[in-house]
């Protein structure tokens, strides 16, 4: 699923991921409606903007781990806006995708993100691979907080 409030980037982002196997991409233009359809379905993975009209993708990302959801949640977010990803990544985002978008970056995050998805509805069912499951999207969120240090370390260099 892609939430963005911006219908050109909803577009380019069904451009870039048309070639993902056996991926069906799903739009909705703000976190409200993402909720309506979260609701009625399980999705392998949610890439969303993070500022938004009515509610921000980081309390999307809050209402949707409050649900304990593990499904993971890919942050897309302005250039420099390294507060907002790091609270993201702190409160259970997958990753984080800077814009301006491309396919390069963009393709092996949702890749990823997709691959993870599909493994957490796989295990769900079975109580045994819950701490698997945990290891995983915890291990995934410190590399992701990694990156972005490195990210920010440097930007403070330049």
Sequence with gaps: M???DDEHIRNLLAVFLRDLPDCKIEFAENAKLAQNQINN?????ILSDVQMPE????ELLDWIRKKSDRTPFVIMTAFGDEEKVLEG???????FIEKPLNKK???PV???ALELGQEI???????????FLETMLKDSAELSQRRLMK????YRKK
């Design 2 to 4: 892609v939430v963005d």
């Design 41 to 45: 379905q399980k999705y392998h993975a």
């Design 55 to 58: 509610m921000t993708g980081l």
């Design 89 to 95: 990544l702190k409160n259970g985002a997958f990753d």
């Design 105 to 107: 970056t963009i393709f």
């Design 110 to 112: 949702v890749a990823s």
């Design 121 to 131: 509805q796989r295990w769900s069912g079975d109580a045994d691979s819950t701490p």
């Design 151 to 154: 990210i920010i370390e440097g």
